[in-house]
């Protein structure tokens, strides 16, 4: 192990971190990356080195403050199979984390990797060719490779094992966390934003990237069924776009004049507060590996419902009404359940931040640091 200062009372191990996903403004991995650096910081154990292709973004520089360098390229992945291996043979660097699924496949330190969810092979229709290209190719070496591979649920460790049986003594639950900022809101807090935005009596809501996966067409189906009932509510749509989103967009436009409200996306801040105003928090996703935004819903006391497959179950548990995705009636009538029987928003109200407790940022950084102590022994 390197030695890095003969002051230290004790030999701090030095991790490189792949930083691509905080190049440009941090969305799901990036705010993931983000989140676990700075609990691992608290833990206080490592030091940390951020790499990446590029520079990474000055939000993310603001918002976490380690050392950060880039060696160039024109890809990503092209950086991280080429010239990030010449890198870390230097000597200074005792372990590598890949936070987004893939290893180099030449790797002259032993590699820990996060792997968030398997949608490029289980659901490959979902992503973009780009994004199949930049991990399909170097999956399989980078589960033989890694030490100890995390993963964000019981539900993706089981796809991982079921693809690979021979990695199933190396994989590791590890829950990512929920911000201390997503958190219910006062009275006056939900209604200075349902008055920002002209939606007094509330909204429905769905926060995340607009993409196949997400299944948003089906949402506003169900959406616009619900629109037909007495209790009819705005649907708020929160969120970059993503790919494959053409048709969708103009559906989106189509509707704006009529009760569909399309945010794009927001700062931090803002999305707690548009999340703490809403009357119904809806996640009709596909497939995740974890779906932190019903767990960042639940979190605020937003009645939450979601998709009945992959990670979903596991993270909302009975806090939260769990539906087919694919039923646009079944989605139409738990929309409807929730905004007019009182008694069950007001039940799932309060169990929602109490599930989440579980989901704990400091757990989570103990448990990586426990994969990282590992590998290096």
Not at 24 to 51: D, K
Not at 161 to 184: I, L, M, Q, T, W
Not at 315 to 335: H, M, R, Y
Request: aromatic content about 8%; proline content about 7%.
């Amino acid at each position: 192990m390197t030695d890095h200062g003969t002051d230290d009372v004790r030999q701090i191990p030095t991790v490189g971190v792949d930083m691509r996903s905080l190049v440009g403004p941090p969305s799901g991995i990036g705010y993931f990356t983000l989140s676990m650096l700075e609990a691992l910081r608290e833990v206080g154990q490592t030091r940390f080195v951020g790499m990446a292709h590029r520079q990474i973004s000055s939000e993310a520089r603001q918002m976490l403050d380690i050392c950060s360098e880039s060696q160039g390229g024109p890809l990503g992945v092209w950086w991280q199979q080429m010239r990030l291996p010449r890198r870390l043979s230097k000597g200074d660097i005792d372990l590598f984390w890949s936070p987004i699924t893939i290893l180099p496949n030449r790797l002259p330190v032993p590699g820990i990797v996060t792997i968030h969810d398997l949608t490029v092979l289980t659901h490959p229709d979902t992503h973009r060719f780009k994004v199949r290209w930049s991990i399909v190719p170097f999956l399989g070496r980078t589960v033989r490779l890694a030490k100890g591979i995390a993963v964000d649920s019981k539900a993706t460790a089981s796809d991982l094992c079921n693809r690979y049986p021979d990695c199933s003594d190396r994989v590791h639950v590890v829950y990512p966390g929920v911000g201390p900022e997503f958190k219910p809101g006062s009275s006056s807090e939900i209604e200075a934003t349902r008055r920002e935005i002209d939606c007094p009596e509330g909204y429905v809501m769905y926060a995340g990237t607009l993409e196949p996966r997400k299944n948003i067409d089906t949402l506003i189906s169900a959406w616009e069924r619900f629109q037909k009932s007495e209790s009819r509510l705005p649907l708020l749509l929160v969120g970059p776009y993503g790919w494959h989103g053409d048709a969708l967009l103009r559906r989106i436009k189509g509707l704006e004049g009529r009760g569909l409200i399309y945010r794009g996306r927001v700062d931090r801040s803002k999305l707690v507060s548009l999340m703490q105003a809403a009357k119904v928090f809806v996640y009709p996703s596909l497939y995740e590996g974890f779906g932190l935004p019903p767990a960042e819903a639940m979190a605020c006391g937003v009645p939450t419902i979601a998709s009945n497959c992959s990670s979903l179950p596991e993270i909302v548990g009975d806090a939260g009404l769990l539906v087919d995705p694919s039923d646009i009636e079944e989605l139409a009538a738990a929309i409807d359940r929730v905004v007019t029987d009182r008694m069950l928003a007001t039940e799932l109200r309060a169990a929602g931040p109490l599930r989440i407790k579980r989901f704990d940022w400091g757990t989570a950084a103990s448990a990586m640091n426990q994969l990282f102590a590992d590998a290096l022994s």
